[in-house]
T-cell receptor
Framework: GAGVSQSPRYKVAKRGQDVALRCDPISGHVSLFWYQQALGQGPEFLTYFQNEAQLDKSGLPSDRFFAERPEGSVSTLKIQRTQQEDSAVYLC????????????FGSGTQLSVL | QKEVEQDPGPLSVPEGAIVSLNCTYSNSAFQYFMWYRQYSRKGPELLMY????GNKEDGRFTAQVDKSSKYISLFIRDSQPSDSATYLCAMSDGDMRFGAGTRLTVKP
């Protein structure tokens, strides 16, 4: 596809459930980012991959959050034992290798934890 | 204090008005300055990208960066209803930080 694709678009989870969010970046983009966007706020950095290497995971809020990109293309963000405070839009972005500042975002996955 | 401060608005203007959006920041190491536009239920899309200080113009949009004042602006001339969106400033020193976004409505 032409853009960054994320699935599912909406996810409702019961507190304590595990969820997996998928991101298909733009073909050939080396860098991939995950962001969390709360209602009325800007995106907050979660983690960054260059190819399959996770170079920065300093934004992951707890060890319940895990991300992977095993073959350097598709990425999955997994949240274990979801909590209500995890409710947010999770955005994926990809970028040509340089500069990383020009990010191309997907439409996000809106996660609601009940 | 947040690294990037942005007035969340909302801002409502009539069609054809000049819109001024701005952000302030505290980290003098920021070198890259961006404006993203985000429509409802969509991801942000890059609108303007500037390295260091100065002005950049692209059609109806002008971005200004004043590093001495730690202040960036986005001007929209001849605003259109299709410009109604949330505008996010972003800046980077290798790590990107976003403002909270200003919600803009342009009324026909």
């Amino acid at each position: 596809g032409a853009g960054v694709s994320q699935s599912p678009r909406y996810k409702v989870a019961k507190r304590g459930q595990d969820v997996a969010l998928r991101c298909d970046p733009i073909s050939g983009h080396v860098s991939l980012f995950w962001y969390q966007q709360a209602l009325g706020q800007g995106p907050e950095f979660l983690t960054y991959f260059q190819n399959e290497a996770q170079l920065d995971k300093s934004g992951l809020p707890s060890d319940r959050f895990f991300a992977e990109r095993p073959e350097g293309s598709v990425s999955t963000l997994k949240i274990q034992r979801t909590q209500q405070e995890d409710s947010a839009v999770y955005l994926c972005a990809s970028s040509p290798q340089s500069p990383n500042e020009k990010l191309f975002f997907g439409s996000g996955t809106q996660l609601s934890v009940l | 204090q947040k690294e990037v401060e942005q007035d969340p608005g909302p801002l409502s203007v009539p069609e054809g008005a000049i819109v001024s959006l701005n952000c302030t920041y505290s980290n003098s190491a920021f070198q890259y300055f961006m404006w993203y536009r985000q429509y409802s239920r969509k991801g942000p899309e890059l609108l303007m990208y500037t390295y260091s200080s100065g002005n950049k113009e692209d059609g109806r949009f002008t971005a200004q960066v004043d590093k001495s004042s730690k202040y960036i602006s986005l001007f929209i001339r001849d605003s259109q209803p299709s410009d109604s969106a949330t505008y996010l400033c972003a800046m980077s020193d290798g790590d990107m930080r976003f403002g909270a976004g200003t919600r803009l409505t342009v009324k026909p």
